[in-house]
């Protein structure tokens, strides 16, 4: 049973008391004195040539400072790629400049072209409707597999063409899997598209700009998952600024979703702009700014072939997809459809050969790089479906189907380079079957034809890949970055403690779990343990948080420093308690010698690490304060099964949801309640894609969802009440606290559990339909019912 504190416990999140009181402090609530305020004039066409910009009328108005283009950029770097990919020709990618203000060229519709620096945003917002911009426009490229046909207008002049790069994986297996999908007994194909999505996290970006002329120091504070990559890369490869010199603060942050790891164009803007103006410069996104200026997400299409013997079993799998970067390379981009989609490409399942091709290709369209899942949910819902599909062929139930080639045997190492260490897949789709009451779907589906509905129940099962790892190996893949974790763990004399982490909090928890993991190492209350994260100046240099990583990773590290205090204090104790250092043992907030009745408390031993009165300076250095980085050897590989269960209204072609049920295997849980948070919220955000949201441009390049009137985020009433179960628990094997990670995992395994569960309840209708493409609106699977 989970203790009243520590670790297995629902401690209520400590942060939300000042988030619910009005006391969180986020980077718009930054206002410095003298502050001058940003306003960027952006595009409003997708492609075309800058002949010229007149600021002569707008420089003269009211409140403005300073009014900047291009040409103020001259010699300054361009936001950088923190991804190299070969491609399977052994070629690097083509990596075009991404320059802070448009060069000669505007690449999308919302790219910044000016910015407007003045006293007030009004005042800027003004001006900036006063400049002239002059724009040849040209044709757009929109469509990727047009935009790599030969002659296709190129997005940048100085590549040879819109193709990014063109990457085989496993490339040797490329042979050996055509010739087995040519003699299968059975391949199913299937065409999907994964839909370009806007992460529309609550809080907007946000982006303050500070300069020291007396120390020639810069601060920026922005919306950053990873304030010490931002700093690197802004630093070393944009502006030139010494680390040393530049500091960035990550406060409060109001949920990212991916979005918020890349270094944008805002951030050195600002910065930059700073120094220049001799005045702290703000930046603040309008929402209508943020749906063409923040990142996106997904956006690939694909042609999926799974071979099958006579029984169902996996022979071979190959999956051809075209993977969508924007105008530009965006931070981690080039890796989310390659090493973060086709290494997960064997799912659950033993599938002996595989083989992964993608293009990726430049487009006249926001930059797209990682959203909540990033790479894994395109892979599963690719498997899934094709899975689902192959079922419905082979006349096989879908759970039988899985079942049949589900790995049961660990450590297993896939074609696709990547070892599971551990899991149960027949465990997790057992505890599904009985939450999802399968056997009584029957009567609920007859119940709802009564009714005129049609009644679907859609199956999926999920693997991702958390906490990246290890560095050496992502260094080989082309990361431009070491992919470790940090800790420093400060006990003060009184026995408090302080734990700095390089993890970034922005809706998880940390402040909460972080601090029961090394309270419950240690045996004291959870308040006191402070958790520090989001500051450069006061916190060891770290990665962030993405990637289903912190406790994985940041917790690790924790860890490993928390170790180094225990041994530590140990060793003061044992001189106090005058017993040999080995025979020393630390429970429940105390330090004991085994095998007597002698022991001191902790307070008294962190207080004497303070004032060493009773143990040889030579022997132990006062104070009690440690870091520990975490490298770790391997992901972290949970899994699950999803089952969603949905009603069909044949006369409009709309989608209910009824109920959704998971199982997860999560090894090792810190905090329940905080994993069921973020396990339901990957769930909406599933149900969001697989129903309602899509990011749309017309063939001219304009986006047509750049709003909450035409981009349809899931509401309350959208989504069911969630049962989620994580009972089902393998630890990890890897890592000291055998944990995985939960916070995508929600929404990797929910769209093809939604899609599946619509197919199925035409299908049982009498539909010939085999597949819809996301999101499931109501005009499509009108469309599809009706031929």
Known sequence: MPKDGGIGASSKRREDVRFLTGQGRYTDDINLQNQTYAYFLRSDVAHGVINGIDTAAAAAMDGVVQIFTAKDFEGVGGIPCGWQVTDRFGEAMQEPKHPVLAEGKVRHVGDPIAVVVAESLEQARTAAEAIEVDISELPVVMDMKEAVKD???????DLTSNLCYDWGFVEENRDAVDAAIKGAHHVTTL???????????????????????GTDDYTLYTTSQNPHVIRLLMGAFVLGIPEHKLRVVAPDVGGGFGSKIYHYAEEAFCTFAAKQVRRPVKWTSSRSEAFMS?????????????????????????????ANMGAYLSTFAPSIPTWLHGTLMAGNYTTPLIYVNVKAVFTNTVPVDAYRGAGRPEATFQLERVIDKAAYEMGIDPVELRRRNFITEFPYATPVAVEYDTGDYNATMDKLLELADRDG??????ESAKHGKLRGLGIAHYIEACGIAPSNLVGQLGARAGLYESAT??????????????????????????AQVVADMIGIDENMVEVVHGDTANTPMGMGTYGSRSIAVGGSAMVRATEKIINKAKKIAAHLLEASEGDIELKDGAFSVAGTDKSVAWGDVTLAAYVPHNYPLEDIEPGLEETAFYDPANFTYPSGGYACEVEVDPETGKVDVLAFHAADDFGNIINPMIVDGQVQGGLAQGIGQALLENCAYDDQGQLLSGSYMDYTMPRAGDVPMFSVDHSCVTPCTHNPLGVKGCGEAGAIGSPPAVVNAVVDALRAAGHDVTHIDMPLTPARVWAAMNG
């Open 489 to 514: 763990v400060r006990v003060n004399a009184t026995g408090g403690l302080v734990v700095m982490t390089g993890s970034h909090s922005h809706g998880q928890g940390h402040e909460t779990s972080f």
């Open 441 to 446: 779907f029957p009567a609920r589906r007859a």
């Open 151 to 157: 002659g296709a207008t190129k997005v940048h002049d």
């Open 191 to 213: 065409e999907l598209v994964n839909n370009r999505l806007i992460a529309n996290p609550m809080e907007p970006r946000v982006a303050v700009g500070d300069w020291s002329a």
């Open 294 to 322: 923040d990142a996106h997400g997904r956006d690939h299409v694909t042609k999926i072939e799974l071979a099958m013997d006579e029984q169902g079993k996996f022979l071979a799998l190959r999956t051809d997809t075209y």
